[in-house]
């Protein structure tokens, strides 16, 4: 009997060690994330909004159990690849409303490239790791 207790407190001390381990292993990236919702969970208990609560929680399990920093990376290029797509809409707008000759609607393309555009060079500025 002895024997088969030991075996399974080893293996309940490697499962609690590999754990709280891995948790310690976030990058600084992941870690910010977790930080940031950790604090979100905090304030909704304050609040008393548990759904708020709940709904963090299962966010705070997804950032520990999968957030790298390729991950980080490849959201952050899609993100940017999406944006690019959008300014692309947004200049083919403005060069109908160009070649309709009408000012009005030449002046709202325009600024809705502008945005796109600003929204498009934030994102390029933004290191997805920091």
């Given amino acids: 009997m ?5 075996p399974a407190a080893l293996a309940a001390i490697l499962l609690v060690t590999s754990v709280s381990g891995f948790a310690a292993t976030l990058s600084p990236a992941c870690q910010a994330k977790h930080d940031a919702v950790a604090a979100k969970i905090a304030k909704a208990k304050e609040t008393g909004n548990s759904e708020e609560q709940s709904s963090l929680q299962k966010s705070l399990a997804a950032i520990d159990s999968q957030c790298t920093d390729a991950k980080l990376t490849s959201m952050h290029d899609s993100a940017v690849k999406k944006q690019e797509a959008t300014v692309a809409k ?4 403005l060069d109908k409303a160009t070649a309709g000759g009408n000012a009005s609607k030449t002046k709202k393309a325009q600024d809705k490239l502008n945005a796109a555009q600003a929204k498009l ?4 500025a933004t290191d997805p790791l920091k």
């Fill in 2 to 6: 002895t024997n088969l207790v030991r």
């Fill in 121 to 124: 060079d934030k994102l390029k």
């Fill in 90 to 93: 947004r200049q083919a707008e």
